[in-house]
């Protein structure tokens, strides 16, 4: 390799001005360029160069053989090549995909084997496309839909509980302190707790701040918000609160002292007063709109 002096000292970062202006001009600037850019924020092994030689080098030669200072040079640069190809190894082998949505956004994807996923907003899953045809996995925070391709075993993983399922359609919600899992095609298994409960179609389990409800039925072809709708069924006040404030990218103030009263009812995505009102009325709440972006509830 051609200038493998500056290209170590540019690596290293003690490369001068002069010397990293002579090194773009040469071909070796060009194809170093993105990889040195991908790994510049990820921290550089513990590796002592010299010390690694040292012992390679009494390993492969004969006793009292003198290693010149051009073999140095050669073993050195052969030395930070090997480093810098595994740290892009383990750059890329180990880089996710992350698909995330901000407030009042959804947004629908295809995972690698063709299962389609629709984000709800204010979400996050990660997963690898490297490793998805031998592991179907993925971590989610916030809520999401499922369509699954049959295949092996599917694996959503909550801070909550895990998912598992081979082929089926199936709602995920987990938000803090908040954890339903619906199932409206096939079988779902929910792990959570130590508690493993089977789903079969029209059948939906939650979790509220830890303790595990009861199986419930349910009448739906797709979730309520797929539908521009958010209902809810004795959920603390402020699990509401926190939705509506998704859907729309709103602030709400409210007494916090409401924050665990039980709301039973529902708001429509389409209108932010009516929504607000919606919330509102059942618990005698007075409404003020301060701006476009914060509100007041108010006894």
């Known amino acids: 390799m051609q200038h493998e002096k500056e290209i170590l000292k540019w690596i290293d970062g003690t490369i001068s001005d002069s010397e990293l202006a002579e090194l773009r001009k040469t071909p070796e600037y060009a194809q170093l360029k993105p990889i040195i850019e991908k790994t510049s924020n990820f921290k550089k092994p513990d590796f002592n160069v010299e010390q690694a030689l040292e012992g390679f080098t009494k390993l492969k030669q004969p006793k009292n053989k003198v290693v010149t200072l051009t073999s140095w040079k050669k073993y050195a640069s052969i030395a930070a090549a090997i480093i810098l190809m595994v740290s892009l190894y383990f750059v890329f082998a180990n880089t ?16 690698p084997d063709a299962s389609e996923v629709v ?19 993925l971590t989610l925070s916030g809520e999401a839909f499922f369509k699954v391709s049959k295949g092996k075993t599917f694996d959503v993983i909550t801070d909550q ?27 779902v298994q929910v792990t959570t707790n130590n508690n493993v409960v089977m789903l079969t179609p ?11 409800g009861d ?37 709400i103030n409210y007494d ?14 389409g209108d932010l007063n009516e ?6 009325f059942p618990l005698n709440l007075k ?12 006894e």
């Open 119 to 137: 984000l709800n907003s204010g979400s996050e899953i990660v997963y690898s496309k490297k490793n998805w045809e031998k592991k179907r996995e």
């Open 275 to 280: 929504a607000v009102q919606s919330i509102a």
């Open 215 to 251: 199986v419930t039925e349910f009448n739906a072809a797709t979730p309520d918000w797929m539908n521009n709708q958010s209902d809810f069924n004795e959920v603390p006040f402020a699990l509401v609160v926190e939705e509506l404030e998704r859907e729309f990218n709103v602030k």
């Open 161 to 187: 509980g895990t998912v598992t399922v081979v082929g089926t359609q199936f709602n995920v919600n987990e938000r803090d302190g908040y954890f339903e899992v619906a199932c409206f095609e096939g079988k």
């Open 96 to 111: 996710n995909t992350t698909v995330n949505t901000d407030y009042a956004e959804t947004t629908i994807f295809n995972l």
């Open 287 to 298: 409404v003020t709109i301060k701006d476009q972006n914060l509100i007041e509830l108010n």
């Open 256 to 269: 916090k002292s409401l924050a665990d009263k039980q709301f039973t009812g529902g708001f429509d995505h």
């Open 202 to 212: 029209g059948k939906a389990i939650r979790m509220i701040q830890g303790n595990l």
